[in-house]
């Protein structure tokens, strides 16, 4: 019998999946491709406050070993392997569409809008996502699912100003710092207050 890892991750749900089935046959290179995007606006009933965007990026992953994720306790034990770029694990840059050009922009070069939160620096956003399984994870085995990732909160003009087109780069790493390969999201529309 051999054993395959299903995991859902982000949500804090996750599976694992024991059969007699034929183990698949993934790289140990993780693999991604996009699965959704969505933008939550908070927005408050006290007009001094500001309006706030998140988005939630999902993906798709496979990795034949199954050695995604990390934790803080994991990269602080081992800070020379886990420095650098790879102080985190989870990649994401945002790209911003040229209402002349129509293409897509680094945000580290088109920058943040006119009174905003200031200049960004490429992998500001970047973020460490944790073991998709808590259960499974000391078994070498391969892995697929999800991963729901929220880069962070933004206040509306303070990274992207309303009527901006946005979309995101992404790539992972695993704990052997194999780098998967890059995808980029869907764009969204970040709408007026």
Do not use: W
Not at 49 to 56: A, H, L, N, P, S
Not at 131 to 156: E, M, W
Request: charged share 20%; aromatic share 12%.
């Amino acid at each position: 019998m051999t054993f395959f890892r299903l995991a859902l991750a982000g949500g804090g749900l996750a599976l694992g999946l024991s059969s007699c089935l034929k183990e698949p046959e993934y790289s140990t290179t993780p693999a991604i491709s996009f699965n959704s995007i969505r933008v939550s606006r908070y927005t408050p009933t006290n007009p001094r406050e500001q309006v706030r965007d998140t988005f939630y990026i999902t993906i798709n992953y496979q990795d034949g070993d199954g050695d995604l994720g990390l934790t803080v306790k994991e990269r602080d034990a081992d800070a020379t392997k886990y420095s650098g770029r790879y102080y985190n694990n989870y990649f994401i840059e945002p790209f911003i569409k040229n209402p002349v050009t129509r293409k897509y922009e680094p945000l580290s070069v088109v920058g943040t809008p006119p009174g905003g939160g200031g200049s960004y620096t490429a992998g500001s956003y970047n973020g460490l996502y944790q073991h998709p399984s808590a259960d499974t994870d000391t078994k070498a085995a391969p892995l697929k699912g999800t991963l729901t990732y929220r880069p962070q909160v933004f206040g509306l003009g303070e990274t992207f100003a309303a009527g901006q087109t946005v979309r995101f780069q992404i790539s992972i790493a695993d704990r052997a710092l194999h780098e998967s390969n890059v995808i980029m999201t869907d764009s969204v529309v970040i709408k007026p207050r």
